[in-house]
C-alpha cells in the first residue's frame, strides 16, 4: 500500500524568509501525481501546487515550489518570502491512475511576525 | 461556481442517534469522496463514487457507517447509532473521473461538517 509521510509535526519560519516542509513517499507506481494541500484554521482544503510524476521539472507556483526526487521518493515544498496568511496545516498527499488520494499526517507552519 | 457545499457545518448529537451528513459535488463532476479528520488519525479516505457507484468503501470504519449517491448532484453519508468516537470533521471532495497521464483531476474540498457526539 502507498504511504505518505511528514516527518516534521511543526515547523516555524520569520516572515519573509523561507521554509522548506518535507514529505517522503512509499510506492512501486511509476505514474502518479503529488500534490501539496494547505488547511488555513477556516478548515478548508486548498490546493496549493502539484507535480506530475513524469514530469522532471519541478512544479512552481508564484512563492511555492517543489523539489521533486523520484528516485528518493521526495517531494518537499518550498515556500519564498513567507507570509503571515501562509500560517497552516501543510498536507502532502500522493495520487496514482485513479482518483483515491493518500494523505501525510500534515506539518503546522508557523509565520512569526 | 459554488464550490462544493456541504450541511450541516456544524452537528451536535447525543450518542446512539442517527446523523446524516450531506454533500453536493461541483456540477460535472463525477467523482465523489467522503473523508473523516481527526487529530489521531489524521484525513483518511471513507468512500468513494465514481459515476455514482461506490468503488472503494473500505475506509468505512464499520457497518454503523453507510453512504449513497443516488444521483450526480446529491450524497449521503449516515452514521447509525453515533458514538462519541465519530467526533469528527467530515470532508465531502469532488473531481472529474481520473483521465489519462496527463490529467490532474483536482480533487475540490468542500467546507466540512463539523460532528460532535456527545
Known amino acids: 500500500a502507498q504511504t505518505v509521510t511528514q516527518s516534521q509535526p511543526e515547523m516555524s519560519v520569520q516572515e519573509a524568509e523561507t521554509v522548506t516542509l518535507s514529505c517522503t513517499y512509499d510506492?512501486?507506481?511509476?505514474?502518479?501525481?503529488l500534490f501539496w494541500y494547505k488547511q488555513p484554521p477556516s478548515r478548508q482544503m486548498i490546493l496549493v501546487i502539484r507535480?506530475?510524476?513524469?514530469?522532471?521539472q519541478n512544479a512552481t507556483e508564484n512563492r511555492f515550489s517543489v523539489n521533486f526526487q523520484k528516485a528518493a521518493k521526495s517531494f518537499s515544498l518550498k515556500i519564498s518570502d513567507s507570509q503571515l496568511g501562509d500560517a497552516a496545516m501543510y498536507f502532502c498527499?500522493?495520487?496514482?491512475?485513479?482518483?483515491?488520494?493518500?494523505f501525510g499526517a500534515g506539518t503546522i507552519l508557523r509565520v512569526k511576525s | 461556481d459554488a464550490g462544493v457545499i456541504q450541511s450541516p457545518r456544524h452537528e451536535v448529537t447525543e450518542m446512539g442517534q442517527e446523523v446524516t451528513l450531506r454533500c453536493k459535488p461541483i456540477?460535472?463532476?463525477?467523482?465523489l469522496f467522503w473523508y473523516r479528520q481527526t487529530m489521531m488519525r489524521g484525513l483518511e479516505l471513507l468512500i468513494y463514487f465514481n459515476n455514482n457507484v461506490p468503488i472503494d468503501d473500505s475506509g468505512m470504519p464499520e457497518d454503523r457507517f453507510s453512504a449513497k449517491m443516488p444521483n450526480a448532484s446529491f450524497s449521503t453519508l449516515k452514521i447509525q447509532p453515533s458514538e462519541p468516537r465519530d467526533s469528527a470533521v467530515y470532508f465531502c471532495a469532488s473531481s472529474q473521473l481520473a483521465g489519462g497521464p496527463s490529467s490532474y483531476n483536482e480533487q475540490f474540498f468542500g467546507p466540512g461538517t463539523r460532528l460532535t457526539v456527545l
Open positions: 510506492t512501486s507506481e511509476s505514474d502518479y501525481y
Open positions: 507535480q506530475e510524476a513524469y514530469k522532471q
Open positions: 498527499a500522493y495520487r496514482k491512475r485513479g482518483n483515491k488520494l493518500v
Open positions: 456540477s460535472g463532476h463525477n467523482s
